[in-house]
């Protein structure tokens, strides 16, 4: 806990030589955010359902994707692990260090700007809730904070997982972009697509579980949805579990990039 | 003179050739994009016949082609001419005898004839065996197609130059870069077409060079918009292409004379 005390004061006395920067960052994060909501709202003026979902419960689970997917980009900025850790070598830094590899490069690369987004998307969610009318009860924000934890973790587990591969291989520069690109598919209603692309977004690939279902515990829509949601926190688990098994034995196969 | 330029071109396409891992995954992106779009499009139209004035088949086509479309105009001259001139090698691009401009227009080019050849052509393949497309069958709505995607490539590509050149002006445009990248897939109608969009701003969006991007060819190719109107669309886009070489040519010359280097 102190030790993360003292990357952030790091990392905030570097940021405040470069303040346009932060606000530049946040405003073209929201802007990808906008261009997603402003296709939602065009598209919903030609039709009043989407596969059974109304305008504002698609604005729902855009709201929740932003949440988690905001912590995520917070603390998993791992963007250019291979190129600056293991092809510049600061891995071996890393290494010589007692606490645990990830967490050093997780601390290492927080980016606070990221958080702003899921505010927004707070925000965005408590808006479309009122116009649906939904009731609120006690325990929605516990549960809402346990879903977001675990659609964190699946976030966290899969791209681990792919950060990890650059121990074994060279940098598989397409795909993280690729990942990027399918994980769009998680933040429209999964029952839009046919059955195989639902398969992969429920157990291959669960995007699903950062989007459409954590989302549908609480717009009541009793189709089965509900069931799922409460699932979430279990595959974040598997998910993450998976990542830190293959990350735990990439750094062990690790040998350095040479010189 | 020529033939240094036709160089450029060739030496971008071969440069293109050498990453291939970059191809094959973009490949699958394309693939997964339009597949994306193409189910959110069919849960929109549900039962409806048309929307926008586009029937369900015309939509399918239309993104299909628009993702295609993408592929060959799109570029990140921005991106690299913003790098030229924070690294400082503009400077020495400068004292060669060629255009510095030109020569980023035709490494541009390059990478669009690459993609337009070994990624377009067959990704039009899979992708009309996968979704449900309708080619077109007249000859000439292709050639006027291919004419009016070259005008794409040319207008994306001076927006690109007019973003990159900002470098010169402000230290740091990387946020005007991303701004621009969203803008023009919005606005110029990938995502969604020009049509769907409420009347105010579709009105709004005809005094923008946005809709000659993507909006007009695939309208063309698609036969919404066709014979006379499709002669029109391609003279707004000649039009465009005429207008932005102005703002271009003024950035251009106030630029060498602000030009300083950071750190250089």
């Known amino acids: 806990m102190s030790l993360f005390r003292e990357y952030m004061a790091n990392y905030i006395k570097t940021k405040l030589t470069y303040r346009a920067d932060f606000w530049v960052e946040v405003l073209s994060d929201l802007l990808g955010s906008a261009m997603n909501l402003i296709f939602i709202f065009v598209v919903f003026q030609h039709t009043s359902s989407l596969a059974g979902w109304s305008e504002a419960e698609v604005v729902f689970v855009y709201g929740y994707f932003m949440v988690p997917f905001g912590v995520f980009g917070t603390f998993f900025n791992l963007w250019n692990f291979s190129e600056r850790y293991i092809v510049k070598g600061e891995m071996d830094r890393v290494l010589t260090r007692p606490a645990h590899s990830l967490v050093q490069i997780m601390l290492e690369n927080v980016d606070p700007p990221s958080m702003i987004g899921a505010v927004v998307g707070l925000a965005i969610m408590g808006s479309a809730w009122s116009a649906l009318g939904l009731p609120f009860d006690w325990y929605d924000p516990l549960v809402l904070a346990g879903l977001v934890l675990g659609s964190v973790l699946i976030y966290a587990g899969i791209y681990t997982t792919l950060a990890a591969i650059s121990f074994y291989s060279d940098a598989p520069t397409g795909i993280v972009p690729l990942m990027f690109n399918i994980q769009n598919y998680g933040r429209y209603p999964v029952q839009i697509y046919n059955k195989a692309i639902r398969f992969l977004l429920t157990w291959l690939l669960p995007f699903a579980f950062v989007g459409v279902y954590p989302a549908s515990f609480f717009l009541d829509r009793q189709d089965g949805g509900e069931m799922m949601a409460l699932l979430t926190p279990a595959v974040g688990a598997v998910f993450c579990a998976i990542g830190l098994l293959v990350w735990n034995r990439g750094v062990k196969r690790y040998r350095g990039a040479g010189s | ?264």
Do not use: C, H
């Not at chain 2, 090698?89 to 980023?104: D, E, F, G, I, W």
């Not at chain 2, 007019?162 to 005007?176: D, R, W």
């Not at chain 2, 040519?249 to 106030?254: E, I, Q």
């Open chain 2, 1 to 264: 003179m020529t033939s240094a330029y036709l160089d450029l071109i060739r030496i971008r396409f071969l440069m293109m050739l050498a990453y291939r891992v970059n191809y094959y995954s973009g490949i699958i992106i394309y693939a997964i994009n339009i597949g994306a779009y193409y189910f959110t499009w069919k849960a929109i139209y549900g039962d409806a016949e048309t929307l926008g004035g586009f029937s369900v088949a015309q939509m399918t086509t239309y993104i299909a082609v628009s993702w295609m479309a993408r592929a060959f105009y799109f570029n990140n001259l921005d991106r690299e001419i913003a790098n030229d001139i924070r690294d400082g090698s503009v400077a020495v691009q400068m004292t060669r005898p060629y255009n510095y401009l030109l020569v980023k227009m035709m490494q541009g080019f390059g990478e669009g004839l690459f993609r337009l050849t070994l990624f377009m052509a067959p990704g039009m393949v899979v992708v009309s065996l996968i979704f449900p497309v309708e080619l077109p069958t007249d000859p000439l709505r292709w050639a006027i197609f291919f004419v009016m995607i070259w005008f794409s490539f040319l207008i994306n590509s001076q927006l690109n130059i007019m973003t990159g050149l900002f470098a010169f002006f402000v230290e740091n445009n990387e946020g005007l870069m991303r701004m621009k990248r969203v803008a023009i897939d919005l606005l110029s109608g990938v995502l969604i077409p020009v049509t769907f969009f409420p009347a105010w701003a579709e009105s709004l969006l005809g005094w923008t060079p946005f809709p000659a991007i993507t909006y007009l060819p695939s309208s063309v190719f698609t036969g919404r918009i066709a014979d006379t109107e499709a002669w029109q669309a391609l003279l707004v886009q000649m039009a465009w292409f005429a207008v932005l070489i102005v703002p271009i040519l003024v950035m251009w010359r106030a630029s060498r004379r602000r030009l300083f280097v950071q750190g250089g």
